[in-house]
């Protein structure tokens, strides 16, 4: 049997798009000599469509797409995604198609409800074990979370009879490190199913998501034969055969040359995939960047420039009189080093104006956190007035670690579409920025703006550490606080210093509000602030953030 | 059997706070002679604790504190809820406690996953039905969505034998007409199981959502026989006697004089506890206003001073040239009217400082939508700047039909805290305000405020039906777009004009990412904004908005 698993970008929402690309490939691999051709889960509506489900005619829609799809196909399988309206209930189901015919619907039987998912909030679960016999091996169909657990979807599959091959088609999230799970995964389900496993995943960013693709073909003994391009669309082929011992035998056919897993090139290459997709699905073409001339605004404009090519990306600096000299240069030597436009807006005037009405009120003062914010929302109001002018997306340019702190101007330098390193801790940032470097064989992100005190220059002689720990000690504990849910007494234990445990934990509980009015951002941490982690503004629980 | 229903205010978070009222509680039906004392649902904890439930150290200090208020327990039977940890698993369950032991724990069954809720996240169900023996009586013990389907209830119940009383401790959150809901569902669950249905619903404002109370006792006829107060804290008590036909009768003891089920006055009680709740359980006095002299603001400074008082609301006036002398005295004169402090911020020196330095930027514009959105900026800008200044929170003014549309600046009249009026439709505004100036018997907002055509004034002669259709066609599509998932042609068939339909669903669809970045506010409709309704801002379908 060959088979084909073709994944590629698919689109929330647009069935015709999405079916366009799937004859494509189908056409592709036909002409390649696949018997199958394996499309990932949902792929006929794009994933996750959320409460797009709860529309009747959104699933008539999808039903209408499949037998659109379904006219172009011929004696090759295809095997695709789609959100199934059946009876009341609705499946997130799969159908195997042949000759112009729906031959099989299977139903996906383990819903996540946890992390990003809230697939129990609109599907039913199946409860039939499916298989498709080609080419005299019996494949046993399966969706994303089935095979997750190998153990019960061996004792599920065991009715369904002999299998050779398990297709698992997949809309499967990106994290860092998540493809090494994925292998696990995989291996131990082909060992415990005493088959090769199959797995299609989606590539593309939607909203907070990016899937990465790195569709692969397991062996029966765990080994990956095969991967898929990175980020990108790609056929992944492959023969299986019967081999000795009842075993199948895999060979690949066309696969794609070296799949990088270096933490910090995937890092990099969601992001690009993210910010691109975000910006060009929701129809701009141009981005707008606030320059301060520190490291984060300008890790935003490098990752743009390679999302949408330097002609599209347009940084602005925005100085006051706290801006150093130093500063400015830097923000303008980036924009020359990235061959952006560039352009100057000063905001001394607009806030002594601001400062001279405010005046008028009893008790302004215009030495404090306000007026410190005040300049921020200025700033905030610049980049809108330009983007509402202009029709490009303001990107913002705050990192996890801020984020998590609530160390941000809310409508200020929080003003934007999207916030595309809002899940990357500071430290990793500074990694970033030295890839950027080191990846372009020259000084791209000026050395002077990485070795630089980080600080948000709202008042004279400002640093980040007047307000915070060092960020590798932030990052430890925001770690341990945010992705792992540990109290401060853990936290403590592992090695962070007590006062600062109390004092970050206490910050970012109180900074909820803060997060719940800033833009989406590009999860890459097994943890992201948004639908990834949902917890009340009103809060008066304590874990262990003193004086809460 | 003497039965006290006790609904109190529980905070999420402060277990030792919601401890010392349901001592205080429990302290009062012992004296009133009470068999069995009955508290909400997860009202050690409060509700929805969220992703405070992945915490460990959160489900330790539910344990404890359990385990504290056990230690006061006597001789009268006390249940409450709370969130129990048990092998690795997370129940939402119940605990009745006597003579200081926990002597049973039933877990909740039906967990709902829908709407609002999220419980399948987090909770695994139980599977063993409870009862507990009191004075004779055999009572079933529940909790909420488990009596939602009340045949599925009967069976399930069926192996636990004869039950007389079936107890049902709730949070389920308010919305417009939820009552008659409730009542109907409790009703039939009386008839099914044959037997009295007693339950105990939380009150109090949690983020979005708020709680009425309005705990009940239905006999087994399924005729409701008391009530407990609305939006307030209570104990209702009554006697369950066996009567005949082996029917158990219910008498009150203790209820609340007149539960209003008035649409408006409900909506009008809701606004007002949902704002107190948000504003004090964030730990903030006092609120600010931009009043424009529009219908809008008044209503929200009006549930303000309901909520917090008039020493603890403060309005904002914030005039440029495009307003007219009307509006800013009618500004004023609410002001006066609800005794309020009030200030004029004019924005004339900052705009023109604004437009005078985008003005160096080629292609800029003072008289488009630009321009606009920087006058709400600005008034936004001033706000926060006050709010920062004087540990205020702001309170934004936008209704539902804005929200929907949007129809309003992100971070300029979406900057605040929170958006009370956000799931009122405009329609509802203007009745809500006639029931301010109905029930306080004079003109506390103006009656020019009532009758003049709604404009941002952000433009000179500036008409809100220059981009929107008359807001009775508005709310009409709106409802049927927005809470009954609806598709364009549906509606229009409905009798809504063809080509409003398509596109006020259009501008539905792409303002999902103002919403996004919006404040939250009171949840009073089935689907609200927010948790309710998860929409992806990238999206490309089309339920009719043509064009898209």
């Keep these: 049997m060959r088979l084909a698993l073709a994944q590629f970008n698919a689109s929330v929402g647009d069935i015709a798009g999405n079916i366009g690309v799937m004859r494509r490939l189908y056409a592709r691999a036909v002409e390649a000599g696949a018997d199958v051709v394996a499309f990932p889960e949902l792929c006929i509506c794009g994933y996750p469509p959320e409460d797009l489900l709860y529309k009747r005619h959104f699933l008539e829609a999808n039903a209408a797409g499949l037998a659109e799809l379904a006219k172009g196909c011929g004696e090759v399988v295809l095997v695709a995604g789609f959100a199934e309206m059946s009876e009341g209930a609705c499946y997130n189901s799969l159908a195997v198609i042949k000759n112009s015919q729906i031959e099989q619907i299977y139903r996906k039987v383990k819903l996540p409800n ?28 399966t969706i994303c979370e089935d095979v997750w657990d190998p153990k019960k979807l061996a004792n599920f599959a065991d009715c369904a009879g002999k299998r050779d091959v398990v297709l698992n088609i997949s809309a499967s999230p ?131 420039v390679d999302a949408l090519g330097e ?110 390193i809002k899940d990357v801790p500071k430290t990793v940032v500074y990694t970033l920025c030295e890839y950027v470097n080191a990846r372009a064989g020259r000084e791209v992100i000026p050395e002077s703006v990485i070795s630089r005190p980080p600080s948000a220059e709202l008042r004279e002689g400002q640093a980040d550490t007047d307000s915070l720990p060092d960020y590798d000690v932030l990052d430890a504990i925001l770690k341990g606080y945010v992705e792992d849910d540990k109290s401060a007494e853990e936290i403590i234990e592992e090695g962070s210093p007590g006062e600062d445990v109390r004092r970050i934990i206490r910050m970012v509980d109180r900074n909820e509000y803060k997060r719940r009015q800033s833009p989406p951002g590009i999860k890459i941490t097994p943890k992201a602030f948004g639908r990834d982690r949902r917890m009340p503004i009103t809060n008066r629980f304590s874990s262990g953030g003193n004086g809460k």
Tied chains: 1, 2.
């Design 114 to 141: 946890y992390s990003v998912f809230d697939e129990q909030r609109y599907f039913t679960a199946g409860d039939k074990p499916a298989v498709l016999e080609v080419a005299g091996l019996r494949v046993l169909l």
């Design 174 to 304: 990106f994290f860092v490190g998540k493809q090494a799970v994925r292998k696990d995964v995989l291996g131990k389900c082909a060992k415990e199913l005493g088959c090769a496993v199959a797995y299609c995943n989606l590539f593309g960013g939607q909203d907070e998501l990016v899937f990465d693709g790195r569709s692969m073909v397991v062996g029966a003994t765990g080994k990956v034969e095969c991967v898929a391009k990175a980020f990108d669309e790609d056929i992944l082929i492959c023969d299986i055969a019967p081999g000795k011992d009842g075993w199948v035998e895999v060979t690949a056919v066309a696969q794609a040359d070296d799949v990088c897993e270096d933490e910090i090139v995937e890092t990099y290459d969601a992001l690009v995939l993210g910010t691109r997709d975000y910006v060009r699905k929701n129809g701009f073409d141009k981005v707008l960047i606030g320059l301060s001339g520190g490291i984060d605004s300008s890790l935003v404009a490098a990752i743009a």
């Design 311 to 420: 002609r599209n990306v347009i940084g602005i600096t925005m100085p006051s009189k706290f801006n150093s000299a130093e500063t400015i240069t830097d923000a303008e030597k980036l924009a020359v080093n990235l061959g952006i436009d560039f352009g100057t807006i000063p905001i001394g005037e607009v806030l002594d104006e601001f400062d001279e009405t405010l005046g008028f009120i009893q008790g302004w003062n215009n030495e404090g956190v306000a007026f410190e914010n005040l300049q921020a929302r200025i700033r905030g109001t610049m980049l809108m007035s330009l983007s509402n002018q202009f029709g490009y997306m303001v990107l913002t340019t705050g990192n996890k670690s801020e984020t998590a702190v609530g160390y941000s101007t809310l409508y200020g330098d929080t003003a934007g579409g999207f916030a595309i």
